[in-house]
């Protein structure tokens, strides 16, 4: 069975610093997709960025990255520049690439960006 | 931008009450599903659907029950509700092995 491991219940850092946070999968698969998902206070989930597994090259979004390390089925997103913006839940999830099109959803971060 | 919505954005209820979650998308997504949230918690897939005429229950048990009669439109039926159903209802759509866009959710109080 797939899984998503988030090990980090929580992280806080100054503002304008950089923040990695973590995320492990567990899969047989070996075409799938990743995703970081951004939910704010006001609770809208927001796609971050997103990764298939079939790229070597990781995916940037502006002050977002990854860091998609196949062997070791992990999948970190760095957020650079931090802003109090980005104080948000951040979710970890997975789904196979055929057939099942549901996602495999991580227990979420919480990320407080202080002023 | 996605274009997905869902009323109302906040309930409030006594028991027993039957209610009708509305979640509408305009981007012809064939693939639609409902998430049950606890307050900073994961998500619990509950409802899904890949098409019209196509419902499916998701990893968590519920009591609700859903229909797809139209491709635009995905709505969450609570028969009789209670306490228990206090949560936030998320619901999302998708094309095939794309991204799931989600609406701003319905947070659900019952007395």
């Known amino acids: 069975a797939q899984t998503v491991t988030q090990s980090q219940p929580e992280m806080s850092v100054q503002e304008a610093e950089t923040v990695t946070l973590s995320c492990t999968y567990d899969?047989?698969?070996?075409?799938?997709?990743l995703f970081w998902y951004k939910q704010p206070p006001s609770r809208q989930m927001i796609l971050v960025i997103r990764q298939e597994a079939y790229k070597q090259q990781n995916a940037t979004e502006n002050r977002f990255s990854v860091n998609f390390q196949k062997a070791a089925k992990s999948f970190s997103l760095k957020i650079s520049d931090s802003q109090l913006g980005d104080t948000a839940m951040y979710f970890c999830?997975?789904?196979?690439?055929?057939?099942?099109?549901?996602?495999?959803w991580g227990a979420g971060t919480k990320l407080i960006i202080k002023p | 931008e996605a274009d997905i919505y869902q009323t109302p954005r906040y309930l409030v209820i006594g028991t027993g009450k039957k209610i009708t979650l509305e979640c509408s998308q305009t981007m012809g997504h064939d693939k639609m599903y409902w998430y049950q949230q606890d307050p900073g918690m994961e998500l619990h897939l509950i409802h899904y659907?890949?098409?019209?005429?196509?419902?499916e229950k998701g990893d968590l048990s519920s009591e609700s029950t859903v229909s797809r009669i139209r491709t635009e439109h995905f709505p969450l039926t609570l028969e009789s509700a209670r306490p228990s159903h206090t949560s936030q209802y998320l619901c999302?759509?998708?094309?095939?092995?794309?991204?799931?866009?989600f609406g701003p959710g319905t947070r659900l109080t019952v007395l």
């Open positions: 999830a997975f789904m196979i690439g055929w057939g099942n099109y549901q996602l495999i």
């Open positions: 899969t047989s698969e070996s075409n799938y997709y």
């Open positions: 999302a759509s998708s094309e095939s092995g794309g991204t799931q866009y």
């Open positions: 659907s890949y098409g019209v005429n196509s419902t």
